[in-house]
Structures are given as C-alpha cells and as structure tokens.
C-alpha cells in the first residue's frame, strides 16, 4: 500500500494561513530581493495579500526575473551592487510606506502569512517583528538550521529578547530603519538589524511563520563558499 507524504508541496495548496486575521489597515511595502528567481516569482505573487505592494530588487538576475515580477504585477527596481544588503537597502530607500517588510522572493516564505509580522508593529506593540521559520523536515540544511539557533542564542543575549531565528520575513516602519544607520551590504544585513535594533532600545517581537523547501538552490547555504562567506559576514555584524 502506497503511504501518503507526511507533508505536501506548499506550491500545490491554494489554503488560508493560520495567524493573525486582522490585516494592516494601510498599504504595506514589502522588499523583495531578487537574484534568478524567474522560477518562483509567479507562485509568491499568485499568493500576494491586499494591502501590500510588493518591490522587487533585482541585484543582477540573468534569467528575466525582473521581467516576470513585472508581469506579475511587482514593482521593480535595480542594485547593482552585490549583496543581499545592498539589495535590500535598495528596496527601503524605494519603499515610501511607512511599514515596510521583508521577505525572501523564492518560494519559502508565503506573502499570505504578512500580517504575522506587520500586524504588531501596526497596532505599536513593537518596533520590529522578526518571522521565526518552522517546516517540515528538509525545509533547512543540517548546517543552515545549526547556524541560526546559533544566532538566534547570540542574538537574545544581546538584545535581552528571545530569539530562535534570524529569520527573512520581517517588519519595521520605514523612517526608524532608515534612522538606524545600517551598513552591513551583504549577508549580514538581517543580523546587524536586530542588533542595532536591540541597542536602540526597540521591542523586538519574534513571531513563527511557514517555512517550505525553496525553489532552486540557495545563494546562502546551498554551496560551501555562500556558506562561508555568510558566516564571514555575520561575524563582522556581531563584532
């Protein structure tokens, strides 16, 4: 007898998230960086919330993902300089809503799950609220889930709040990012946030969220050299 998969491919279901009902009473903008991401932009806009208005950045892309977020209905802008930073600094410098989120553009975060994380910072109950990933076995590396809880310790210690990711999916309001001086322009942009954020005296507030198994490989932790130059960038956040 053939058994049934313990889990199903998100990217299948057209299901409502569990979380918070309420949605942001104003148009959010939501920063999306992008490098070759043609394969998944259709299936995160196919899921886009009202209220939202995504920006793609496309730090680079070769494969016409620019092309595809557009007929898909995002707003894109250009970075051409390298790195996940860059390209996310980009997006807040183009975003003019007053809360802005981020999230990763390739298929491992759902944009229906948006109001977990802009619901607080929207009703001023924190400064920044930052997505937990949890999923389904395989939806992480063996070395990439080590690395965050890793983090995650390190950045409670730090900012007094408990923390057990640093994850993508995030939200602030505009004007504080911007005045936190960020300058981290790779991949230790999300990490040297919730820092700064920390010494700043925000109320950080972590939230989970769904996590599923990307499309495509990760610049991050899908090969050993954006393995090691993540950690090489974290390490100067934290110092």
């Known amino acids: 007898m053939r058994s049934e998969p313990l889990f199903a491919d998100p990217r299948t279901l057209m299901t409502e998230p569990a979380g918070d009902p309420s949605p942001a009473t104003a148009t959010v903008d939501v920063v999306l960086p992008v490098l070759d991401e043609a394969a998944a932009i259709p299936w995160v806009m196919s899921r886009w ?6 920006i793609v950045v496309d730090n680079g892309s ?14 894109v802008v250009y970075e051409e300089a390298k790195g ?29 799950e948006l109001d977990r994380v802009v619901g607080p910072v929207a009703r001023d109950e924190a400064d920044l609220v930052v997505g937990a990933r949890r999923g389904p076995r395989g939806s992480f590396t063996i070395h990439g889930r080590a690395a ?9 210690r730090r900012t ?3 923390l057990t990711d640093i994850g993508p999916m995030r939200a602030a309001r505009r004007q504080a990012l911007l005045d936190l001086g960020l300058v981290d322009r790779r991949f230790g942009w999300p990490l040297e946030m919730v820092l700064r954020a920390g010494e700043a005296g925000w109320t950080i507030r972590e939230t989970e969220i769904t996590y599923h198994p990307r499309v495509g490989r990760s610049k991050i932790t899908g090969t050993v050299r954006g393995t090691i130059r993540t950690a ?4 100067k956040a934290l110092r």
């Not at 007053?98 to 229906?112: T, Y």
């Not at 090489?232 to 390490?235: F, Y």
Request: hydrophobic letters at 40%.
């Open 62 to 75: 070769t494969d016409g993902s620019d092309s595809v977020a557009r007929e898909h209905g995002a707003d």
């Open 84 to 112: 996940f930073g860059a390209a996310c600094y980009a997006g807040l410098v183009a975003a003019s809503a007053d809360i802005v989120c981020f999230m990763d553009c390739d298929a491992s975060l759902d944009p229906r």
């Open 232 to 235: 090489r960038d974290m390490s």
């Open 49 to 54: 919330p009202d209220g939202y208005r995504a």
């Open 148 to 156: 965050n809880l890793l983090l995650g310790r390190i950045a409670s």
């Open 160 to 162: 007094g709040t408990k």
